[in-house]
């Protein structure tokens, strides 16, 4: 095989581009798309010169694909995840990979039952300063985790809620900011900090006339003993990522793309029992870092997806790894409707009752203006 012939499934704003991205990339080929809404899957399919279907099934039994990309709405990503690796067929899943853990543990098993190749598009693990903060944890420069800290305030106008009838309701979206806008930050927050042991945290609907939370906070604790906190909103602007992971030996701080590494001279345990003057205060150099220059964005994880199906390249963003930001989401959620601390792993059937009751709460939009179009700041 020289190149990996690819379908996607689901080709509204996100699926659109990646449809885009496939016909680009030197290791793929697009050869087939799905929509379950006939407009939009003849539109793409005319644009792209590919096969279209409006059932996803029809597509994977068409004998045209090695691999899909899954963009639909997540409450189907388990769903199309599972039946796409049951045929044979190698499985890279949009974020998050599912709504709730329950839904996330059938693809991992899927993917380990069928030997396919499992990967969740969690681009922003492409970018230079996140493969140098993963070096430096790698490495052990930073040490044992003493603290982490995320703040990611976001912004989406009401228009942008009112887009689509399944997004910010508990019956088509699953939640709010925390299952939508967070997953990327918070993927992040957990490969550079580790993934928390017990989560107590608040959500609420702040600005948006929406039923899901459009704010989150929770503070963490973490089986090493470390504390941390993690912020999150669709409320402010200008936007920000910013994440704090200090260790034994230095402090990591990512400020958008921005990386600072703070190494210690001597790590904190030592120099705590070791230095005797009174006001002393372990001595920190700011550590030059050498960006690498890398591919970036959805094409980055697609080309290695590709590349890993072609000559087993490990995968950057591997299926697995996506059930974590899952896991942290349900705990949030669980915690802030129950008012009381979560242990990860979530409690699985406690987190589907809860669900259960919130879908049933759920009501039907009224004022919505469809529009699949792609956050332009995703194209660039
Ligand atoms: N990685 C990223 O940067 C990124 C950015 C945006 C969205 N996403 C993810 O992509 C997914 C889609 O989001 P979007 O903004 O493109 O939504 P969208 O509403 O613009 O598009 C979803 C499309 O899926 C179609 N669809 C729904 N159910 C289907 C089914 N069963 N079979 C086939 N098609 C189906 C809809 O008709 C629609 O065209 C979400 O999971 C979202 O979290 C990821």
């Known amino acids: 095989m020289e190149k990996v012939r690819f379908g ?10 990646h449809a885009k991205i496939i016909k680009e990339l030197e290791e793929t080929e697009l050869t087939a798309v799905s929509d379950m809404d006939k407009e939009t899957v003849d539109k793409v399919s005319k644009e792209d010169a590919v096969a279209g279907f409006t059932d996803y099934k029809k597509l994977i039994a068409s004998g045209l694909v090695d691999a899909v990309i899954v963009a639909t709405p997540h409450y189907f990503h388990p769903s199309i995840g599972v039946a796409t690796m049951e045929a044979e067929i190698h499985c890279l899943c949009e974020k998050p990979i599912a709504v709730s853990v329950k839904g996330a543990d059938l693809l991992l098993e899927a993917a380990k039952r ?4 499992f990967g969740v598009m969690y681009q922003s693990r492409s970018l230079p300063a996140i493969r140098v903060a993963r070096e430096i944890i790698e490495s052990g420069r930073l040490g044992k985790v003493r603290r982490t800290c995320m703040i990611n305030p976001d912004y989406r106008c009401q228009a942008y809620y009112d887009s689509g009838t399944w997004r910010a309701t508990w019956a088509g ?15 992040l927050f957990m490969l550079l900090g580790g993934m928390p042991s017990r989560v107590t945290a608040r959500v609420r609907t702040r600005l948006h006339d929406i039923e899901v939370e459009d704010e989150a906070d929770a503070l963490l604790e973490y089986s090493n003993g470390a504390w941390g906190y993690y912020y999150v909103s669709t409320t402010e602007a200008p936007v920000k990522r910013m994440i704090e992971i200090s260790g034994d030996n230095g402090k990591l701080i990512l400020e958008n793309e921005t990386l600072k590494f703070y190494s210690l001279k001597t790590s904190i345990p030592e120099f705590t029992v070791k230095n005797a003057a009174m006001w002393g205060t372990p001595e920190t150099v700011e550590e030059k870092l050498e960006l690498p220059k890398c591919e970036t ?16 390249e490990k995968l950057l963003s591997p299926g697995e790894d996506g059930i974590k930001s899952v896991e942290f989401i349900n705990a949030l959620i669980l915690s802030g409707k129950k008012n009381k601390p979560v242990d990860i792993p979530v409690d699985r059937e406690e987190y589907e009752e809860l669900l259960e009751g919130l879908k049933k709460s759920s009501k ?5 203006k469809v529009q699949r179009v792609t956050d332009p700041r995703l194209t660039k």
């Open 8 to 17: 996607v499934i689901g080709v509204g704003g996100m699926g659109s581009a």
């Open 364 to 368: 039907e939009k009224k004022v919505v």
């Open 297 to 312: 964005g959805h094409g980055a994880i697609t080309g290695n997806f590709a590349r890993c199906i072609l000559r087993g």
């Open 114 to 117: 069928t030997g396919k190749v």
């Open 173 to 187: 979206e699953g939640g709010g900011v925390l299952i939508n806008q967070a997953p990327h930050g918070m993927d």
